[in-house]
């Protein structure tokens, strides 16, 4: 059974950079596409950008210029910065799976991970 | 961006229940929805994918219907283990998520 878990800082001051990483288990970055999905207290679910196992990325255009997601097929693992954070940044952080790029479905999903911005 | 709806946003119902989540998009998405549950404490889970095709390892008493912009997640008899969040999502074009329906025991 494939298994995604999240890790990183769980506290990030205002203007520094996030940085998370998913490591995969039970199953092979490749052939697959890798997002990450935020969910801020109280507010619903926000795709955030994906990276395929070869390293071609797509993000969401709201965070672009703050971004960047890539993928580190030596080690099952994909990662997550995004720059000058600030508390709208504060939110659980997942990591899904899905087979194409788009048309598709998250098939595994990562249990998630919170992280605040604060000072 | 496709905007995704939801309703109810709660709902409480007993076990045995016939339970149905509607799902509205903005706009036409064909049948590029997918169903999640989600429990505190774990991962979501993906239960159906294109509108309603039932995923491996899902009980059967889950199904989904619905082409274009309206779309139905029905639970034909609620059990224990079925009090949880449902999320709809749209992958016509990007991803977007509706904001969950929430089942809750009666």
């Known amino acids: 059974q494939v298994q995604l878990q999240e890790s990183g800082p769980g506290l990030v001051k205002p203007s520094e950079t996030l940085s998370l990483t998913c490591t995969v288990s039970?199953?092979?970055?490749?052939?697959?596409?890798w997002s990450w999905v935020r969910q801020p207290p109280g507010k619903g679910l926000e795709w955030i950008g994906y990276?395929?196992?070869?390293?071609?990325?797509n993000y969401n255009p709201s965070l672009k210029s703050r971004l960047t997601i890539s993928v580190d097929t030596s080690k099952n693992q994909f990662s997550l910065e995004l720059s000058s954070v600030t508390a709208a940044d504060t939110a659980v952080y997942h990591c899904?799976?899905?087979?194409?790029?788009?048309?598709?479905?998250?098939?595994?999903w990562g249990l998630g991970t919170l992280v605040t911005v604060s000072s | 961006d496709i905007q995704m709806t939801q309703s109810p946003s709660s709902l409480s119902a007993s076990v045995g229940d016939r339970v149905t989540i509607t799902c509205r998009a903005s706009?036409?998405?064909?049948?590029?929805l997918n169903w999640y549950q989600r429990k505190p404490g774990r991962a979501p889970q993906l239960l159906i994918y294109a509108a309603s095709s039932l995923q491996s390892g899902v009980p059967s008493r889950f199904s989904g219907s619905g082409f274009g912009t309206d779309f139905t997640l029905t639970i034909s008899s609620l059990q224990p283990e079925d009090f949880a969040t449902y999320f709809c999502q749209q992958s016509y074009s990007s991803f977007t998520f509706g904001p969950g329906t929430k089942v809750e025991i009666k």
């Open positions: 039970g199953g092979s970055i490749s052939p697959y596409y």
């Open positions: 899904a799976r899905h087979r194409s790029a788009w048309g598709t479905h998250f098939d595994f």
């Open positions: 706009q036409t998405i064909n049948t590029y």
């Open positions: 990276v395929f196992y070869s390293g071609s990325t």
